[in-house]
Nanobody, 115 residues
């Protein structure tokens, strides 16, 4: 199993970025995909997820600004981030829960929001 994120970078407050997570080594369409982030000095936290049935959830702090989607044909999950704020600065990770005791993380992609 491999998860590879891309799309991070520098954005201005109010700007947008779209992160991608390409999965390989498993049947992508059978699994929900999650996004987490870790800001400097803070614990890793859930940002949102999309189920294998295309049900999406994002946490309250990003609701209305972020959305999670997927393209099963491309084996890719997306995190669309709009109206970015300085406090969104973090390393963003893709996450796959394979089973109750097995999970996988991507390598992470840095998002920096600064003027």
């Amino acid at each position: 199993v491999q998860l590879v994120e891309s799309g991070g970078g520098l954005a201005q407050p109010g700007g947008s970025l779209r992160l991608s997570c390409v999965g390989s080594g498993f049947t992508f369409e059978d699994f929900g995909m999650s996004w987490y982030r870790q800001a400097p000095g803070k614990s890793r936290e859930l940002v949102g997820f999309i189920t294998n049935g295309d049900v999406m959830y994002v946490v309250d702090s990003v609701k209305g600004r972020f959305s999670v989607s997927r393209d099963n044909a491309k084996k890719t999950s997306f995190l669309q981030m709009n109206d970015l704020k300085v406090e969104d600065t973090a390393v963003y990770y893709c996450f796959l829960r394979w089973s109750s005791d097995t999970h996988y993380w991507g390598q992470g992609t840095q998002v920096t929001v600064s003027s």
